[in-house]
């Protein structure tokens, strides 16, 4: 099985960066793609970003397109996200997920298309 681990969040002031890591581990062969969702305070979890491992393949909500930027060391079986220009309905608790096998048929942005979840890294952005 996979196991996924984020870290990086924290507290930020309004137009600062963050970066965030996901660390997979485990049968890491196996994963298609990985993305990051999030959920705010009394909001829906959300997809953010996608990429299929070994690719350069990316896929964004709109929300943080040309803001946000995820990209992989496929060597360290890590995943980032490096957020910038950040605001404060970036706020929420971020989520790295993991498609594996049975591969889901659901959009790239989807919580049902992945499997294996971490525990979440908690992003604050104030102003």
């Known amino acids: 099985q996979v196991q996924v681990v984020e870290s990086g969040g924290g507290s930020v002031q309004v137009g600062g960066s963050l970066r965030l890591s996901c660390a997979a581990s485990?049968?890491?062969?196996?994963?298609?793609?990985m993305a990051w969702f999030r959920q705010g305070p009394g909001k829906e979890r959300e997809g953010v970003a996608a990429?299929?491992?070994?690719?350069?393949?990316?896929y964004y909500a709109d929300s943080v397109r040309a803001r946000f930027t995820i990209s992989e060391d496929n060597a360290k079986n890590i995943i980032y996200l490096e957020m910038s220009d950040l605001k404060p309905e970036d706020t929420a608790m971020y989520y790295c997920?993991?498609?594996?096998?049975?591969?889901?048929?659901?959009?790239?942005?989807?919580?049902?298309?992945?499997?294996?979840w971490g525990q979440g890294t908690p992003v604050n952005v104030s102003s």
């Open positions: 997920a993991a498609d594996t096998p049975p591969y889901g048929t659901w959009a790239l942005l989807s919580e049902r298309k992945y499997n294996r």
């Open positions: 485990g049968d890491t062969n196996s994963i298609n793609y």
């Open positions: 990429i299929r491992t070994g690719s350069s393949s990316t």
